[in-house]
């Protein structure tokens, strides 16, 4: 099944091209916002299937091509954002040991917004492609072997990033949780129709260009150890989000005006804009190419505000 959100946060489900609203199904679910409606449907989700697959077949719907998306998850409760989680194509010499972060609920955005490039003296603005996990049920001290039945489904997200801010070391909170520097969507696929989350591939093209392309099976820790970890540190509970990694040779500069769109396989496509009102341009290239091109540092801005003159 495939959850969304669309026009004014109605609840739906996508069938086909098509949304069937759901509202009525869940009206009951305690709930003061999207947020917690959604949340507390994953919780309950045993007892609401049955009655939202009637709804679906009864219905025709309207086309999705004629609502607005909105991210299926707005208000998580937690985020955690594994880090350094890729092999890069199998060139590192070994995995980095285990790390994530946080990244604030509140800066999720979804199909259709916008980033917005912050007023800040960034070396450069990056987002990372990634296969995101929700959490079904409550789960603390979970094993790797038990951790795949605490999964309710996937989502596509972009982890934002600011890289490079003063000063040194003060890095992952100001670098990651910028208001809008978390894009989800645009539906929440369960977990029943991915048969296997670890042979994936995720896709991000940048204005059309393919940027990041890369499979889950290069994850350094793979999704169960993940859960493992990240519940022997705090309890998660439904409805939070584990963000699983990206690839880093494919990350590129964001910029005023640019189209992102993003596809981890089975996952359907977010599609978002990026807005800087300082104009800041950088040159087009990967991570990978510069490394290729035998520079050890990353891509220098341009032009516009915080620029350094050669």
């Known amino acids: 099944m495939k959850l969304v959100f669309f026009n ?8 086909g091209d098509r949304v069937v609203d759901v509202s009525g199904v869940v009206k009951d679910i305690p709930h003061v916002g999207p947020g917690d409606l959604m949340n507390g449907l994953i919780a309950r989700f045993d007892a609401y299937r049955s009655k939202l697959e009637a709804a679906v077949a ?25 880090a350094v989680n890729y092999m890069e194509d199998g060139t590192l010499p070994a995995a980095a040991p285990i790390n994530a972060f946080h990244k604030a609920a509140n800066c999720v955005i979804g199909p259709g917004d916008q980033m917005v490039l912050p007023d800040v003296p960034a070396t450069i603005f990056e987002g990372e492609a ?15 072997a038990d951790a795949m039945g605490y999964v309710f489904g996937y989502v596509n997200f972009i982890d934002g990033s600011a890289r490079g801010l003063p000063p040194a070391n003060n890095v992952f909170f100001q670098m990651k949780s910028r208001a809008t520097f978390a894009p989800m969507g645009p539906y929440l696929v369960t977990a029943d129709e991915v048969p296997n989350p670890q042979k994936l591939q995720v896709r991000l093209w940048n204005n059309g260009t393919l940027m990041q392309n890369f499979n889950t099976d290069d994850m350094a820790h793979n999704i169960p150890r993940c859960i493992e970890w990240a519940s022997s540190i705090h309890t998660l509970e439904p409805g939070d989000v584990i963000a699983t ?27 978002f804009g990026i807005r800087d009102d300082l104009k800041r341009t950088w040159a087009r290239e990967t991570r990978l190419q510069r490394q290729q091109a035998g520079h050890a540092t990353p891509t220098p801005q341009l032009t516009g505000k915080y620029a350094t003159k050669a």
Do not use: Q, W
Not at 58 to 82: F, H, Q, T, W, Y
């Open 8 to 15: 004014d946060y109605t609840m739906g489900v996508l069938k």
């Open 58 to 82: 009864a219905s025709e719907g309207v086309p999705v091509a004629g609502v607005k998306l909105r991210s299926p998850l707005p208000r998580p409760g937690n985020i955690d954002c594994m």
């Open 130 to 144: 990634e296969l995101a996990l929700v959490i079904g049920k409550r789960a603390s001290n979970v094993a790797a």
């Open 245 to 271: 990694g990206t690839n880093h040779r494919g990350l590129n500069p964001f910029m005023d005006g640019d189209t992102i769109e993003l596809e981890c396989e089975g996952m359907g496509r977010l599609k």
